[in-house]
């Protein structure tokens, strides 16, 4: 299963970001996709995730009203669109996938190389 992710760039408080994670055929249909990020020195962090069927979501708190997880199955495409962005988003985004609805990181096998999102104050 290979995930790449990318769509990371330097983007002012209060803006916004898309985030796009290419999956390749195998993973439609039968894993989760999570999104997580990791601020230096802090731990890797569950962000939202999303069924390739139903397409149900689950978000963290800190993120929740501001942050919407997607997908293009047709396109075997998995989104993360932020808005409203604040400094403390700022971290490296992983796109992975996992065969649980979990947002415990080691539920997850496969994971992308990571994309960076930097937020300015």
């Known amino acids: 299963v290979q995930l790449q992710a990318s769509g990371g760039g330097l983007v002012q408080a209060g803006g916004s970001l898309k985030l796009s994670c290419a999956a390749d055929?195998?993973?439609?249909?039968?894993?989760?996709m999570g999104w997580f990020r990791q601020a230096p020195g802090k731990e890797r962090e569950f962000v939202a995730r999303i069924t390739w069927s139903a397409g149900l979501t689950a978000y963290a708190d800190s993120v929740k009203g501001r942050f919407t997880a997607s997908r293009d199955n047709a396109k075997n495409m998995v989104y993360l669109q932020m808005n409203s962005l604040k400094t403390e988003d700022a971290a490296i985004y992983y796109c992975?996938?996992?065969?649980?609805?979990?947002?415990?990181?080691?539920?997850?096998?496969?994971w992308g190389q990571g994309t960076q999102v930097t937020v300015s104050s």
């Open positions: 992975a996938a996992g065969r649980y609805y979990s947002d415990d990181a080691s539920r997850y096998a496969y």
């Open positions: 055929w195998r993973t439609a249909s039968n894993y989760i």
